[in-house]
């Protein structure tokens, strides 16, 4: 994550990744979707929102997430080159 500029909800994103990996999902769940709603253009937080969806089995869900990240992929300053 050190390569990758993120926005001022660094430690939120962070915390809600260290869920994630801690196999908490319904606390990373919500901490992504709180990062989505202040955000709509942080793009990480609508991929990590999706990915724990997948593995949930809740592919609607997913696939929301992954349009919603490619809709803002240019506006995420973490992936302008």
Known sequence: LDLVQLPAD???FR???AYAQLGKEREALALFAELRRRNPKFVMAHLFFGQL???AGKQREAI???REALRNWHGDAAFRS
């Open 64 to 66: 929301e997430a992954y």
């Open 10 to 12: 660094q430690p939120m």
């Open 53 to 55: 969806h997948e593995a």
């Open 15 to 17: 915390l809600a990744a």
